[in-house]
């Protein structure tokens, strides 16, 4: 991964933690980590990520055809009940 990618990915997973979501375009997760398809490799990585910017709950993703946003589980329960 470029150092660059490195960069804007962490400030995604930062997103993530202190938000409890994040968007991530499926052109992004392509180009920065330079695959041909999305492995769960990739998302094994932004769950390891996740977790060493200090987040502890389980992470749900939501697909739709252009990109994916991964939430926190309990954001996604808060979100069902309203």
């Known amino acids: ?3 660059r990618h490195d960069a804007n990915l962490e ?3 930062e997103e993530l933690y202190r938000v409890g979501f994040a968007k991530f375009y499926f052109w ?3 180009l920065w ?3 041909d398809r999305l492995s769960k490799n990739v998302f ?3 769950d390891a990520r996740y977790r060493e910017a200090g ?3 389980v992470l749900q993703q939501i697909e739709t055809r252009d990109f994916t946003i991964i939430l926190e589980a309990d ?3 808060d979100v069902l009940v309203e």
């Open 44 to 46: 094994r990585d932004i």
């Open 11 to 13: 400030n995604r997973i």
């Open 55 to 57: 987040g502890e709950s």
């Open 33 to 35: 980590y330079d695959a």
């Open 75 to 77: 954001e996604l329960s």
């Open 1 to 3: 991964m470029q150092k």
């Open 28 to 30: 992004e997760l392509y």
